[in-house]
C-alpha cells in the first residue's frame, strides 16, 4: 500500500474516517425526565451523561421503578427526555421530528424487550423481515437477508414456524434476529431473558454479546441479572437518577 502524503486528500479522508472511528456511536448529555404527579412534577432522571463506542456493552441496573426502561426509551426514541440530548450515529434525536425519528429508529436502532412482541399469525421469517420490509426493502432482499440472519442465530431448521411452535428461547432468537436483521448501529435491550430459564438465559446473552462485538454494534443492556451485568464490558447504576459507576 502506498503511503498518504501529509496534506493530501486521501490523508484527509483518513482523519476524518479515523474521528468518525473513535467517535462515541451513542451519547447522551444531561437527560432529565419529569412526568406528572398529583399536580406536582416527578423528576425520575436527573443528569444522565452516556457514551458508547462502536462494539461496546453496558448493563444498566437499578431498584424496580428507578428509571432505567425510561432512560432505555429516550436512548432508543421512543421518549423525548424534558431536556437533554441525545445523538446515535452522529444524528441528534431531540432534533428530529417524529417521521425522521421514526426513519432513524427503523435503520440504526434495535430493540430486544423482555416479551417478544413478535407477530403470532406470522412465521419466524416473516418476523424477521418486518423492519426490512418497513424500510422499502423489496421482499426478495428482505427475506434473503432475514433468512441469513435467522441462520446466523441458530434458527434455520425453524424459518417457516409460527412462534405458538417455538419455545421461549427461540421466540427470544426470532425478536434478536428481528433487532438486528437491518444493521443498526446501536441495540436496546431491556430484561431480554426476564422470561426464560437459566440455560437459555445464558444462551441468549452469549448470544447478545457475540453480535455486538461481531458486528460492532454497541448494546446497552436494562437488567435485574446480576450474571449478566458482569458480562458487559461496564455496568452503570441508575441512582436517583443518575448514573454512577459499578
Known amino acids: 500500500m502506498s503511503a498518504v502524503a501529509p496534506g493530501s486528500s486521501r490523508d484527509g479522508v483518513a482523519l476524518v474516517e479515523a474521528v ?3 467517535a462515541p456511536v451513542l451519547a447522551a448529555r444531561g437527560i432529565r425526565k419529569e412526568f406528572p404527579s398529583g399536580g406536582a412534577r416527578l423528576e425520575v432522571l436527573r443528569h444522565v451523561d452516556l457514551d ?17 426502561s425510561t432512560l432505555l426509551q429516550i436512548l432508543g ?10 445523538a446515535v450515529a452522529g444524528m441528534r434525536l431531540d432534533q428530529l ?5 421514526s426513519r432513524v429508529r427503523n435503520r440504526v436502532i434495535g430493540f430486544v ?25 423489496s421482499r426478495r432482499e428482505a427475506r434473503e437477508r432475514a433468512r441469513a ?31 438486528i436483521v437491518h444493521g443498526p448501529r446501536v441495540i436496546l435491550a431491556d430484561e431480554p431473558s426476564g422470561n426464560l430459564d437459566a440455560r437459555n438465559s445464558a444462551l441468549l446473552h452469549a448470544l447478545l454479546f457475540e453480535l455486538a462485538r461481531e458486528r460492532g454494534m454497541a448494546f446497552v443492556v436494562v ?20 448514573l454512577r459507576a459499578v
Not at 97 to 101: G, K, M, P, S, V
Not at 158 to 179: C, I, T
Not at 223 to 242: I, P, Y
Request: charged content about 25%; overall charge negative; some cysteine.
Open 20 to 22: 468518525a472511528a473513535s
Open 52 to 68: 458508547l463506542a462502536a462494539g461496546e456493552t453496558v448493563s444498566v441496573v437499578g431498584e424496580s421503578g428507578a428509571g432505567k
Open 77 to 86: 426514541g421512543l421518549d423525548r427526555p424534558t431536556s437533554g440530548e441525545v
Open 97 to 101: 421530528d417524529d417521521t425522521r425519528l
Open 113 to 137: 424487550f423482555q416479551f417478544h412482541h413478535l407477530l403470532m399469525e406470522f412465521s419466524a421469517l416473516e418476523n424477521a423481515m418486518m423492519p426490512l420490509l418497513i424500510a422499502g426493502v
Open 149 to 179: 440472519t435467522l441462520q446466523r442465530v441458530g434458527l434455520a431448521p425453524r424459518l417457516e414456524h409460527k412462534p405458538r411452535a417455538l419455545s421461549g428461547g427461540e421466540q427470544q432468537r426470532v425478536a434478536v434476529a428481528r433487532a
Open 223 to 242: 437488567t435485574h441479572n446480576r450474571d449478566l451485568a458482569a458480562e458487559t464490558d461496564r455496568c452503570v447504576a441508575l441512582e436517583d437518577g443518575v
